[in-house]
């Protein structure tokens, strides 16, 4: 039996926590000892680990300035305060300080993975949580492999790291059968109306979630005369912003926001369209839910989205990286039923492929080191 480890910054609200806990949880306890480790406690996610699964925390809460005080110490130094335990296989699950903590590892006959979630545009970005360009690619070099969640992240990742070369894409894993028992469950009574069109956003409240563009776009098809619900399901720094926007433009009666769910999927199962007008995603965890539970999704034409829905918008719908192409693309579903009700049949067909079956096996065959 394989002992691995997967490090990550905590078990947030995010998508790449999400999957993580979803991928522990199925991966085969017969052949693979699991331990998690979150720098970080107090996450959402925590309780959602199964009991099989091996949890560790460093620190209960969050330390404001972590990423700069951690830089003070080299990667050897990181690991050998942080991980007290020799592992067969030790994965960074997330870009950053994971990455270059679990560079550090000193045992030779240890293998190193690094999962990449998101893309990162430029060697700035990739480098933040390292000293420098310099230290990123030290790092990264010290791994075995490089999982990428898509095929737009792994191309960004070799544009900015093209001396690395052991890249591969894994898609995240899905809870598919729980997610399709979960969606049947009612939601609270007068929340949804037969009589309005239902479009929902899944995701921090964060400026790169674009969360604000929605709001605007709402306001314009109220002001179109389209009897538009929108519903918003995460929390974040920009809630007050959004509620401001909302109360200013009095639209408390038709722009809803949710809050954290711990079942999301009865609501998104319910709406018309799923909207994602994020400026980068990797490949995104909720619109994939959004297709599994059978809602159309609209999309900016961020990181895996075409892998996703199809090079010519076989499956949902990519718009251009501006709120009127969003605009437009929302009101040709409210406008016709049919093309609606196609996205809909697409939607299920394509939700199918995300299986958690066939996303845990290819992870399984992935770190399987003989």
């Known amino acids: ?17 999400k999957v993580l806990v979803n991928l522990v949880n199925n991966i085969d306890p017969k052949k693979f000892d699991v331990t998690v480790l979150t720098l970080f406690g107090g996450g959402v996610n925590e309780k959602n680990i199964k009991e099989h699964v091996r949890y560790k925390t460093i620190f209960q809460r969050m330390i404001p300035g972590n990423s700069k005080l951690m830089k ?18 030790e994965v960074s699950y997330l870009e950053g300080v994971s990455s270059r903590i679990i560079s550090g590892c000193p045992y030779k006959d240890t293998k190193l993975i690094a999962w990449i979630h998101v893309q990162q545009t430029n060697k700035e970005i990739a480098s933040y949580s390292f000293r420098s360009y310099k230290e990123a690619v030290k790092c990264y070099q010290r791994f075995d492999k490089i999982a990428c969640v898509s095929e737009s992240v792994k191309e960004d990742y070799q544009q900015i790291f093209p001396m ?43 400026p790169i979630k674009g969360f604000d563009k929605l709001a605007r776009i709402h306001k ?9 619900h929108s519903y918003v399901l995460g929390v974040g720094p920009e809630k007050e912003k959004i509620e401001d926007y909302v109360r200013e433009n009095n639209l408390q ?25 994020s400026t980068a995603e990797g490949f995104s965890t909720a619109a994939t839910e959004a297709l599994i539970v059978g809602t159309p999704v609209v999309t900016t034409p961020v990181a895996g989205m075409r892998e996703m829905l199809g090079e010519n918008n076989e ?16 009101k040709k579903l409210i406008d016709s039923k049919d093309l609606l009700t196609h996205y809909k049949d697409q939607a299920k067909e394509r939700g199918k492929c995300f299986s958690k079956e066939i996303t845990v096996k290819a992870v399984e065959n992935y770190i399987s080191y003989e």
């Not at 110490?73 to 020799?86: G, S």
């Not at 009666?253 to 199962?269: H, I, M």
């Open 253 to 277: 009666d038709s722009f809803t926001l949710l809050g954290y769910q711990t079942n999301p999927y009865k609501y998104v199962s319910k709406c018309d369209v799923f909207v994602c007008t």
């Open 72 to 89: 003070l110490m080299t990667p050897r130094q990181l690991h050998h305060l942080f991980i007290k335990e020799k592992y067969d296989i």
């Open 315 to 330: 499956y949902g719908i990519i718009t251009e990286m501006n709120e009127e192409s969003i605009y437009l693309e929302i």
């Open 220 to 228: 314009k098809l109220k002001e179109k005369g389209y009897p538009v």
């Open 164 to 206: 690395i070369k052991n890249t591969s894409v894994l898609y995240n894993t899905n809870e598919t059968d729980e997610i399709l028992q979960l969606k049947e469950e009612d939601i609270e009574d007068n929340l949804f109306k037969e009589s309005e069109f239902k479009i929902c956003g899944v995701g921090k409240l964060m």
């Open 1 to 17: 039996m394989k002992k691995v480890l997967f490090l990550i910054h905590d078990l947030g609200p995010g998508g790449a926590e």
